[in-house]
RNA sequence: CCGCUCUUAGCUCAGCCUGGUAGAGCAGCCGACUGUAGAUCGGCAUGUCCCCCGUUCAAUUCGGGGAGAGCGGACCA
């Protein structure tokens, strides 16, 4: 595979495929990012865009996961000592994940956003930004019903964190694209360049593929999840035998969650999935790439149930180092 | 600072005017049907009615005070 396709994997868009394309002409020595609000446990979202981060490092990239307690912080998620706290958990998690810890840079955000140098250019981008632009820009990230102040300034800080981390490619879920549309608009008013973005897919909600799965309301995966829970919300979960489901009754638009788990998770880890199967239904099978096994939903070769056992010892084999860890850090 | 509106089930809200401790929709849980889930059908549950004081035999409901949230307070019309 060479290096643009790796890079562009499984990818719900990049802007512009053009710098990307330049950036892949040389991946050495580049450096990606993404920011993350320290919370105690990782879950599934963490999961997704850390998957195309070990790609982008084995691309050769160099990788920076901000770890944003400021941002957290501007947010809404608590005091600066408790989000700290679990900025230090969530370090050791990623790790745990597969982060290869020699090659990431882990970077707290109050390490370099403090500064008067940095606090000045915020203000200059302030200046350029109106409030509803920054307001739309945080809709699907704020935290609360109502805009206060401080997530105006949110995400003119991350736009500012792509120029101080000095950072090539910005990656992040579709939840920030308005973010990093607003930051290629604003910094080039600050001489500085509009940043390249890749954002990865949102999994659909697992119990009715409709949206984006949730991690504060509804059920989402988690790595602390035991192997029963994940079981029992992977059984739980929406999942016709099609790859693409019919609209809800509603209209809204649904997909299948636990083939878009397969696909952003299970299939960019694993070499082969063996799907286990009993005997009577025709026995093992094994699938080498997504299409195969989604075809196979398709068509009805592959029943959910199956799909579903494979994918939650898939999931439970993922999660299985950080949730160790975690016990570690609770102990 | 001043004014208006809101606060009842996990969520959105009804009820309060005409006091007798509460309802709907959605979500949830259980069961049936499917070798998963969903859909469908059947069943089940849930509440410091924001807090305090007062009136009353009795307050979610009336009165007073307080808290939280939202919106508004130039000009023009």
Redesign the pocket.
Known sequence: MDAYDLITQNAAEVVTEDEVRSLAEDPDGKRAYVGYEPSGVLHIGHMLTANKLIELQEAGFEVVVLLADVHAYLNGKGTFEEIRETADRMREQFVAYGLDESNTEFVLGSEFQLDEEYTLDLHALELETNLSRAERAMAEIQS???ATVAQAVYPLMQALDIVYLDVDLAIGGMEQRKVHMLARDTLPSIDEEAPTCLHTPLIADL??GVGKMSSS??VSISMEDSEEELREKV???????SRD?EP??DGADRDNP?LQIFEYHIFPRFCDVVVE??EQ??GNLTYDDYESLAADLDSGEL????A??ALADYLNELVAPGREKIREQRS
Do not use: E, L
């Not at 059984?235 to 035998?241: I, S």
């Not at 029943?303 to 199956?306: G, K, L, M, V």
């Open positions: 609360g019903d109502t119990s009715t309301a509804g059984n739980k979960a929406f999942c016709p035998p489901p809800a009754d636990v199967r009993p239904y025709g029943h959910p149930a199956d579903k056992g």
